[in-house]
């Protein structure tokens, strides 16, 4: 690939990229785990806020040839760091997601990883396969991207 791929710290101009992201219906039907309501700017500040300011949350925006397109995290849950990430939808189908988290597990050398996904999100699973999680189990979740329960699956990146 010759475009410029690139992670840097989340900044506050970010955001309104990010937002504008978070507002594709069908990215949130597919993600399924977003934001129980994708319009709500307060709520969405509010989160960002959490992020940004919890020294243990890695936060990066994800550039390529210096336009933003979206997004990677790693972040606590419990005792375990999961990881996440989402891309503009314009803009997927171009490896942008696998290289984007390949340069945030470059960066947190913890191991064990884990991420989830629910179970048809075939192109978020491969994303997570080709960088090297494995599924360890199953879970189930409300979805507020699409309203109901769904089944997902929970990965793991050994250590």
């Avoid at 992201?21 to 319009?39: K, S, V």
Wanted: charged share 25%; glycine share 8%; hydrophobic share 45%.
């Amino acid at each position: 690939m010759t475009d410029d791929l690139r992670l840097r710290p989340v900044g506050e101009d970010d955001l309104l990229e990010f937002f504008a992201h978070q507002l594709d219906p069908e990215a949130n039907r597919i993600a399924a785990f977003g934001a129980p309501d994708p319009t709500d700017r307060r709520a969405f500040a509010a989160h960002w806020v959490r992020i940004l300011t919890d020294p243990q949350i890695v936060a990066r925006t994800v550039t390529v040839d210096g336009t933003v397109v979206g997004h990677v995290l790693a972040f606590p849950v419990g005792d375990r760091t999961e990881v996440s990430y989402w891309i503009d939808r314009a803009r997927w189908g171009r490896g942008y997601a696998t290289r984007a988290l390949a340069a945030l597990l470059r960066e947190v050398p913890r191991r064990p990883l884990y991420a989830r996904a629910a179970t048809d999100n075939v192109a978020s699973l491969a994303v997570l396969r080709r960088c090297g999680f494995v599924v360890r189990g199953t879970d189930r979740g409300y979805a507020p991207g699409r309203g109901h329960v769904v089944d997902e699956y929970v990965l793991e990146l050994p250590g």
